[in-house]
């Protein structure tokens, strides 16, 4: 599967923007979907996911409440909104796919990777 991130931007704080994942070669369904994110200086680590049958996803407790992943399976396409942005959610946000029906939460699970989309607030 490729898999091809956008929606990235420069935003204020508080305000919102919606990532794309756009998938090819095969169906984002076959996959748990994730998106992870990395600031300079930082690891990186796993903002959302939604599992292979999409009924579960999961978020990380620094953007619970603020992010929700979705999946349009007519698009092949996974999203995250993000609201309430603020400037530690600052990175390079990524999009990947790992087989299996459950999420990870380790990058090294993930098969998968789009080529990342930069988010910048400002404060």
């Known amino acids: 599967v490729q898999l091809q991130a956008s929606g990235g931007g420069l935003v204020q704080t508080g305000g919102s923007l919606r990532l794309s994942c756009s998938a090819s070669?095969?169906?984002?369904?076959?996959?748990?979907m994730a998106w992870f994110r990395q600031a300079p200086g930082k690891e990186r680590e796993i903002v959302a996911a939604?599992?292979?049958?999409?009924?579960?996803?999961y978020s990380v407790d620094s953007v619970k409440g603020r992010f929700t992943i979705s999946r349009d399976n007519a698009k092949n396409t996974v999203y995250l909104q993000m609201s309430s942005l603020k400037p530690e959610d600052t990175a390079v946000y990524y999009c990947?796919?790992?087989?299996?029906?459950?999420?990870?939460?380790?990058?090294?699970?993930?098969?998968?990777w789009g080529q990342g989309t930069l988010v910048t607030v400002s404060s």
């Open positions: 070669g095969r169906k984002v369904t076959d996959y748990t």
């Open positions: 939604i599992n292979r049958s999409g009924g579960t996803t």
């Open positions: 990947s796919a790992r087989n299996g029906g459950l999420y990870a939460t380790s990058a090294a699970a993930y098969i998968a």
